[in-house]
Nanobody, 115 residues
C-alpha cells in the first residue's frame, strides 16, 4: 500500500525555522519526482517545491524561493522541506505528493507562524 506520512509541523514565531519530513512506504521514491504543496484556509492548494528523482533539479514557488529548501534521502525513502525565515503568510497545512506514478498525497502537517 502506497503511503506518505508528513511530520515536523508546529507553531513557530516569525523568522523561525521548521523541518518537515515525508516518509514514504509501499514503494521506493528513488524513481519518483516528489513535491510539497500547501493549503491555507480558504485558499486552493498550491505548489511550494519540487525535486527530481535523483535530487539534481529543484523548483520553488516565487514566494518561498531563498527561504525554503527541498531535499531527499532515497536510502531513507524520505523527502524533506526546510523552512527558514518563516512568515505569517506561510501558515498552512503542508502536503507531500508523489508526482510520477501514483499521484498519492499524505495527510498533511500543520505549520502555524504566529507571535
Amino acid at each position: 500500500q502506497v503511503q506518505l506520512v508528513e511530520s515536523g509541523g508546529g507553531l513557530v514565531q516569525p523568522g523561525g525555522s521548521l523541518r518537515l519530513s515525508c516518509a514514504a512506504s509501499g514503494f521506493s521514491i528513488s524513481m519518483s519526482f516528489m513535491s510539497w504543496y500547501r493549503q491555507a484556509p480558504g485558499n486552493k492548494r498550491e505548489l511550494v517545491a519540487a525535486i527530481s528523482s535523483a535530487g539534481a533539479t529543484t523548483n520553488y514557488a516565487g514566494s518561498v524561493k531563498g527561504r525554503f529548501t527541498i531535499s531527499r534521502d532515497n536510502a531513507k525513502n524520505t523527502v524533506y522541506l526546510q523552512l527558514n525565515s518563516l512568515k505569517p503568510e506561510d501558515t498552512a497545512v503542508y502536503y507531500c505528493h508523489e508526482d510520477s506514478h501514483f499521484g498519492s498525497w499524505g495527510q498533511g502537517t500543520q505549520v502555524t507562524v504566529s507571535s
